[in-house]
T-cell receptor, first 115, second 111 residues
C-alpha cells in the first residue's frame, strides 16, 4: 500500500492567495483527519470525516479554512484568503473503522509558507 | 522537515541503553493514551496505545506505563537504537478518536 498521499509537498504563496491542499487516504479507511503542526501550537486537529461526512470541525481556525471530502479517496483543505500565520505543516491522516481510532496513519505532510 | 524540535525538551541516550520518555496528561476522562514517533520530515507514526483501565502494555521493544493517580504516562524503549532518534508525542483521546497531542520530546541517540 502506498500509504496516505498528500500533495503538494511544499507550497509557497503570497498573502491573500487561495491555497488548496490535497489528500488521498489509504484505501478502505473510513476516517480522515486534517492536522496542522507549528512550533508554537504543536500538532492540532482541524477537522475529521467519517464516510466522507464531516464529523467535527471545531478545530478549524476560522471561516477562511474549509475542507471537503467528495469521495472516499480524496479530500481537500482550502485556505482563502491565506495569511502569513497560516504557515505550517499540514498533515492528513486516515484510520480504519473498527478500532479505537488511536492508530492513525499520517501522510508526509504539506509544508505551507505564506509570505 | 518542520523544525518542531527547536524548543522541545531533549533526552540524550546512548545507543544500547534504555530510554524513558515521560508525559503528563490533563484529562482524567480520556479513554486512551497513545505514543507517536515523528522522524524529521515525516508524519507522526503510531507506536503503542493503552486504554485507561490498564496500567501497563508492552509492544516490541517498547512498554507504556499509565499512572492515573498522578496523571502520568511514560514510554520505555529497550536497547535504544540510532533509528529511535525522533520526536516522541504522547496523546490522549476520548472514544471518538479525537487525538489531543502533547508538545513532544526530542530523543537523540548517541553512539
Amino acid at each position: 500500500d502506498a500509504g496516505v498521499i498528500q500533495s503538494p509537498r511544499h507550497e509557497v504563496t503570497e498573502m491573500g492567495q487561495e491555497v488548496t491542499l490535497r489528500c488521498k487516504p489509504i484505501s478502505g479507511h473510513d476516517y480522515l483527519f486534517w492536522y496542522r503542526q507549528t512550533m508554537m501550537r504543536g500538532l492540532e486537529l482541524l477537522i475529521y470525516f467519517n464516510n466522507n461526512v464531516p464529523i467535527d470541525d471545531s478545530g478549524m481556525p476560522e471561516d477562511r479554512f474549509s475542507a471537503k471530502m467528495p469521495n472516499a479517496s480524496f479530500s481537500t483543505l482550502k485556505i482563502q484568503p491565506s495569511e502569513p500565520r497560516d504557515s505550517a505543516v499540514y498533515f492528513c491522516a486516515s484510520s480504519p473503522t473498527g478500532g479505537s481510532l488511536t492508530e492513525q496513519y499520517f501522510g508526509p505532510g504539506t509544508r505551507l509558507t505564506v509570505t | 522537515g518542520e523544525s518542531v524540535g527547536l524548543h522541545l525538551p531533549t533526552l540524550s541516550v546512548q545507543e544500547g541503553d534504555n530510554s524513558i520518555i515521560n508525559c503528563a496528561y490533563s484529562n482524567s476522562a480520556s479513554d486512551y493514551f497513545i505514543w507517536y514517533k515523528q522522524e524529521s520530515g515525516k508524519g507522526p507514526q503510531f507506536i503503542i496505545d493503552i486504554r485507561s483501565n490498564m496500567d501497563k502494555r508492552q509492544g516490541q521493544r517498547v512498554t507504556v506505563l499509565l499512572n492515573k493517580t498522578v496523571k502520568h504516562l511514560s514510554l520505555q524503549i529497550a536497547a535504544t537504537q540510532p533509528g529511535d532518534s525522533a520526536v516522541y508525542f504522547c496523546a490522549e483521546t476520548d472514544s471518538w478518536g479525537k487525538l489531543q497531542f502533547g508538545a513532544g520530546t526530542q530523543v537523540v541517540v548517541t553512539p
